[in-house]
């Protein structure tokens, strides 16, 4: 007999190579690859459970709510479900201060609903379904280093186990309060009306080579370089839009420079900023501490958060 309830750990993911657009195709097809690492200790937790009435519990905001809704909605359709679904999902990292949950959460609820109801679909097959609730969601399909692939049907792929390069992550939160437009909004609008989002999707497969690359040849300071480039690549067709969409504060922008100069100086260290203002540091895990207590010089940090790179996905009963 089929499980008739599943929990589900699946964890965030912070882009080396950034998606950053959609195509013109339904089905929230990314107009970009991407490349990211998975953060093993930021995870949503979701339980489905079979039931008698549908009902979804846990703090997603009325928004949150209504497009995790949506999307169960639409599996069930697509698959011909009839049954009634008690959702439980919780974070065990704050979600208020704009970390990406959407990632960890809609893979979380994918892998809930086909363990349930379509155990037969590969990997790939389940990215896909994830995607769909947010792009970055196909990559938390995987734990490691992962890729999406263009294609019709975008997907998810490994790129290269965690334990194969272990590094570090330290989120810096300089921004307690959600932040003021959120990534698809946003996507749309720098596509819409930035002079160079044009070369933003022309660069990007180059920038992907080259990340892939790095990653094979575990070279650090290629993988800076592409990172820190495609991060600020996609911050410029922000800034570029008009009315411009600003992220920043003045600590991301601090915390940029001492980045630089650490790397500068011999530390293994880069960063990395999402649809945010908080900063994502990957450190090599001997060079760690020299990070973290360089930090301790910089104002407006409210809380620093530690990983390793990892993220498998976890499913239990
Ligand atoms: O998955 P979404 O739709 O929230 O978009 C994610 C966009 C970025 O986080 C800025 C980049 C990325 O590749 O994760």
Known sequence: MPDSSVIVSAAANIALIKYWGKSDQPGN???????????????????????????IIGELGEQGRARLSSFINRFREEHDIQQALNVSTENNFPTASGLASSASGFAAITLALTH?????????EKSQVARQGSGSAARSVY?????????????????????????????????????AMGSSEAMKHTAATSPVYADWIDTH?????????AIAERDFVKLAD???????KMHSTM????????????????????????????TQVFFTIDAGAQV?????????????RALDAVEGISRLIKTRIGGEPRISQ
């Open 239 to 266: 800034m570029t839009s008009r009315p411009p969409v600003l992220y920043w504060k003045p600590a991301t922008v601090s915390i940029i420079h001492l980045a630089q100069h650490l790397r500068a100086a011999g």
């Open 116 to 124: 349930l109801f379509k155990p037969e679909m590969t990997d790939l």
């Open 280 to 292: 994502k540091l990957i450190c090599a895990p001997e060079d760690t501490q020299t990070v973290v």
């Open 205 to 213: 497969k180059a920038d992907m080579d080259i990340a892939r690359s």
């Open 226 to 232: 592409i990172s820190e480039h495609s991060c600020l």
């Open 29 to 55: 097809q990314p107009a970009t690859a991407s490349l990211s690492v998975g953060l093993e200790d930021l995870r949503t937790i979701t339980r489905v459970s079979v039931s008698e009435t549908d009902a």
């Open 143 to 179: 734990g490691g280093y992962v890729e999406v692939v263009l294609s019709d049907d975008s997907y998810a792929q490994p790129v290269m186990p965690a334990e194969d390069w272990p590094l570090d992550v330290l989120v810096a939160v300089v921004q307690e309060n959600s932040k």
